[in-house]
């Protein structure tokens, strides 16, 4: 056999840490918010590279304040001098807008800069976008649910379920408290969490199941413990090749790809985290035994 | 499930080489490969300019209701019905009024299936082409839901086409030019970085009218006033139309001979050169105002009959507005004003930047991978990373074959991938594993490993599977090329884990049948 870690013993201890994450993230979400990108919440972003070493921050803002943008907002991205300008732009109809700021910046900064990027969203299509992410992260929990109902029994689905939403919303309220900007490959990035965290899920179910029509004398409590651990060097396994590629696309793939990689580290970490100590748990709590595999049998 | 048939290896093999075969053709640059079709680099790689465009249909749905009342007039006068009052309100109702006496015979023919010449009825919906309620002796009609579609739909299709000459005229290389839904548009113009030129373009519904302006109120057709498009002036103008772009079939800029001014000088069809001529013969001394959109561009006194069939317009042009304005008058006018709802830019510089920056992550994501692999599996972990390059390859392969679009999401989903595809093969080995110790024979033991990890293999990627449809479907843009290398990854995933690996692991096995501790 191979050597077992008590997983189970802290069942109680992780189930208490999580519902209090979850309870935080959940408070965060509601009374912080979400820090929504052009992409959802509309307005305008020009990524520009300023050539030119003694421009600041504050030059382009000064600049960009005698134009009447409203609220703009200039930071810094990624570690050559590279700004990102953010807006909400309210007139949309003047198509020349864009090339009226780069004159504006000119006049102030010189001709030292180039505009990288330019992304434009108009009110309707963010509303939109914003409808069409929450219906996709909605359908493709409805989805796992079905699926692993037909797959496995109710009390299975119900775990595998739990599990995700747990995922889904930490790494949410992560993205809450540290302000990280919501856009769409985090939506993206929360599908994909879901599908890995399930993939897990289903690995360590997988082996619960054939445990139960092996063992008629072990208690699911001992059993989910046993299957952990029989399953446990491919946990890691998995979740360390995938950890190395997103790690490497966080720290290689650019700018762009940051908030997405991420997420994604995030949600994987916390996928691996919640197949054993949430999934699991809740097979216990439903007190799942031979029965409930057998009856499946049968039909 | 470790024996492999002739015939089956050689399928394997055929199969794989040639996907390796299609993904190499991408690297190398000769016009007579057998198969040269490449992967299509996404807007945020290449560089270019997306364009959502949003066509305002109120200005042609409220034209159409103009349009049917003398439709209705004459069709209810020749069965004796009076209709009185017509209003056109909100932009979308039509309104008017009957006798008492009348209201159930107007009802009726309003209702009929058959041959309704005011009211279609479209079969294929099931639906009429107008709406209506009755309150007292007032009908209040208004489009139906399809009697709109069908008024987008045309307005959609016609509003494409003006688009496209007009993007074509400006020769952007390769535009795409899109549908979306029933009155949007995509633009997409790989390669601009500053579409300012073509939003100006499109944001012009390019209306162009010649008519008279008036002194006093001479007029019986009806007149209204515009104002100059330099502001400095307001004039009455007619509303009778002497003559509409749709008479142009060509324009030109041209510099004026005498006052070395820009110009646009343009040529009529039959129809056109024959009204301007008689214009212009009868109205000598009067000014004729040459309107675009809404404002005029100019007024000049008619001097001389007009009968070549050809003119000029004047009117403080720069060369490059006069060329705007004459690509603007040959492409035609859009049926309705169009809105930018969305624009995404992306500069040459930074698509190759990222382009390079998803190449160096792919590489190092790649090379973790596969060492990580070797270290804790030796031959079989070497088993795995070939199969993993393969997989790669069969990836881009198929991404290529069926010209599948690549965007930074969509390299994303490829290193991902690398990451995620070595769990099949990592479920198997452990599995193979466990058999090994309670089972001596290295062929039995590999045969239940695989045998036995089979449902959680494919159940684990088909989760991720309907993840990744879900995005297709309703993710937009570079996410949906996320999704697409996410999914198609999945396929290749479980071909190479169960062909490429399981032959190679199968060759592996059958020499090493007796050795201990194997893998």
């Not at chain 1, 359908?139 to 939403?165: D, H, K, N, P």
């Not at chain 2, 499109?202 to 162009?208: E, I, R």
């Not at chain 2, 010209?403 to 452990?430: K, Q, R, S």
Request: proline share 2%; hydrophobic share 45%; net charge neutral.
């Amino acid at each position: 056999m191979i050597k077992k870690l008590a997983f189970n013993r802290f069942y109680k201890l992780f189930n208490f840490i999580s519902l209090s994450l979850i309870l935080i993230s959940i408070i965060l979400l509601l009374f912080k918010g979400l820090n929504f990108g052009v992409d959802f919440k509309g307005g305008t972003l020009i990524e520009i590279r300023v050539k030119d070493k003694t421009v600041t921050i504050t030059n382009i803002r000064d600049s960009l304040n005698q134009i009447n943008l409203g609220d703009v907002s200039v930071k810094k991205f990624g570690k050559e001098d590279d700004y990102l300008i953010k807006f909400e732009k309210k007139d949309f109809n003047n198509p020349n807008f864009i090339s009226e700021i780069k004159s504006k910046l000119t006049s102030s900064l010189g001709n030292t800069f180039e505009f990288r990027r330019v992304e434009n969203v108009g009110p309707k299509v963010s509303s939109e976008l914003l409808r069409s992410g929450i219906i996709a992260i909605c359908l493709s929990l409805a989805a796992m649910l079905i699926y692993i109902w037909i797959r496995f029994e109710w009390q299975f689905s119900l775990g595998a379920i739990v599990a995700l939403f747990h995922d889904v919303i930490i790494t949410l309220g992560i993205f809450s408290l540290f302000g990280l900007e919501i856009n769409l490959s985090i939506v993206a990035a929360v599908l994909t969490i879901v599908g890995y965290s399930m993939n897990d899920t289903v690995v360590i179910f997988d082996r619960v199941r054939e445990n139960l029509r092996k063992y008629s004398d072990i208690n699911i409590f001992e059993l989910t413990n046993i299957s952990i651990n029989e399953t446990l060097s491919r946990t890691i396994i998995t979740s360390t090749t995938t950890l190395l590629a997103l790690f490497s696309i966080f720290f290689f793939g650019g700018e762009i790809l940051k908030g997405f990689s991420l997420a994604m580290i995030l949600g994987v970490f916390f996928g691996t985290y919640s197949s054993i100590y949430i999934a699991n748990p809740i097979l216990v709590f439903l007190k799942v035994s031979q029965k409930t595999i057998l009856k499946e049998d049968k039909d | 499930m470790l024996y492999f048939s002739k015939i089956r290896i050689f399928l394997i093999t055929t199969f794989t080489l040639i996907f390796v075969y299609i993904f190499l053709s991408n690297f190398i640059k000769s016009d007579d490969l057998i198969f040269n079709k490449k992967i299509t680099l996404g807007l945020d790689l290449q560089g270019g300019s997306y364009l959502l465009l949003e066509i305002d249909n109120s200005p042609v749905i409220t034209q159409k209701l103009q349009n049917t009342i003398p439709v209705f007039k004459k069709y209810f006068k020749e069965r004796k019905i009076n209709l009185r009052n017509f209003k056109i309100i909100e932009d979308k109702f039509l309104i008017f009024e009957v006798k008492d006496s009348q209201i159930s015979e107007v009802k009726q023919i309003l209702e009929e299936k058959e041959n309704n010449i005011v009211n279609n009825y479209y079969p294929k919906f099931k639906s009429h082409e107008f709406d209506f309620v009755v309150e007292n002796n007032l009908f209040k009609l208004n489009f139906s839901k399809y009697g709109l579609v069908e008024i987008k739909d045309a307005s959609q299709s016609q509003a494409l086409e003006t688009i496209r000459r007009r993007v074509d005229e400006v020769g952007t290389n390769e535009p795409n030019i899109l549908k979306r839904g029933n009155d949007r548009i995509v633009v997409e113009l790989p390669g601009l970085d500053d579409p300012t030129r073509v939003k100006n373009l499109l944001g012009k519904t390019a209306n162009l009218t010649f008519r008279f302006i008036i002194q006093g109120s001479e007029e019986t057709f009806g007149s209204e006033k515009l104002i100059f498009e330099d502001g400095s002036e307001e004039a009455i103008v007619s509303k009778r139309i002497i003559l509409s772009g749709d008479n142009l079939i060509d324009a030109n800029p041209s510099v004026d001979s005498q006052s070395s001014e820009t110009v646009v000088n343009f040529s009529l069809d039959r129809v056109g050169a024959k009204r301007f001529g008689k214009a212009t013969t009868t109205g000598i001394g009067k000014r004729l105002a040459i309107v675009l959109d809404g404002k005029i561009i100019s007024a000049p006194v008619i001097r001389d009959a007009i009968v070549s069939g050809s003119g000029q317009i004047s009117g403080d042009f720069t060369f490059q507005s006069a060329t705007d304005l004459a690509l603007l008058l040959r492409s035609g006018a859009l049926p309705a004003p169009l809105k930018i709802i969305e624009e995404r830019t992306v500069g040459p510089d930074l698509g190759q930047d990222s382009i390079n920056a998803g190449i160096i992550a792919l590489a190092i994501g790649f090379l973790l991978v596969i060492c990580f692999m070797i270290i804790k599996y030796r031959i079989f972990g070497l088993i795995a990373n070939i199969t993993l390059i393969l997989n790669l390859f069969l990836l881009v392969g198929i991404l290529t074959l069926f010209e599948a679009t690549l965007t930074l999401p969509g390299i994303a989903g490829i290193i991902l991938t690398v990451g995620m595809a070595v769990d099949a093969n990592v479920l198997i080995f452990e599995r193979i594993k466990e058999e090994i110790l309670g089972e001596k024979n290295n062929l039995i033991a590999f045969d239940s490993g695989y045998e036995k990890s089979k449902t959680a293999v494919i159940d684990a990627n088909i989760t991720t599977l309907l993840a990744a449809i879900i995005l297709f479907f309703m993710g937009s843009g570079p996410v949906k090329g996320f999704s697409v290398t996410l999914g198609v990854g999945i396929f290749t995933t479980l071909f190479s884990v169960y062909f490429i690996a399981r032959l190679l692991t199968s060759l592996y096995v059958t020499k090493n049948k007796n050795k201990e501790s194997i893998i």
